[in-house]
Nanobody, 123 residues
Framework: EVQLVESGGGLVQAGGSLRLSCAAS????????IGWFRQAPGKEREGVAC????????LYADSVKGRFTISSDNAKNTVYLEMNGLKPEDTAVYYC????????????????WGQGTQVTVSS
């Protein structure tokens, strides 16, 4: 059974930084993709960034390009989301999710979700 556990959320002032972690376990194969999604109150869940474990390719939402960086430590089975230049509109619950490929993540064809971690950015 795949398990995804997020950590690293918190309260930060606008312009600040946070690093989220997603510890993954239970995968039968090494070829999968991990994505970060977020959901703000009253809004739909949206994709933020994703990475392929096999070739390291990445995708970002336009709203976070240049500010967020997704990376993977395959030895630790952990994916990180480094968030810089945070804005109040980045406030949301952030979830990590797994799928077979980045394309599947982009299509929200998700296999497993983490429990989420709250990120709050004050103005």
């Amino acid at each position: 059974e795949v398990q995804l556990v997020e950590s690293g959320g918190g309260l930060v002032q606008a312009g600040g930084s946070l690093r989220l972690s997603c510890a993954a376990s239970g995968f039968a194969f090494d070829d999968y993709a991990i994505g970060w999604f977020r959901q703000a109150p009253g809004k739909e869940r949206e994709g933020v960034a994703c990475i392929s474990r096999s070739d390291g390719s990445t995708l970002y939402a336009d709203s976070v390009k240049g500010r967020f960086t997704i990376s993977s430590d395959n030895a630790k089975n952990t994916v990180y989301l480094e968030m810089n230049g945070l804005k109040p509109e980045d406030t949301a619950v952030y979830y990590c999710a797994s799928a077979d490929t980045i394309v599947a993540l982009k299509q929200h064809d998700i296999d497993s979700w983490g429990q989420g971690t709250q990120v709050t950015v004050s103005s």
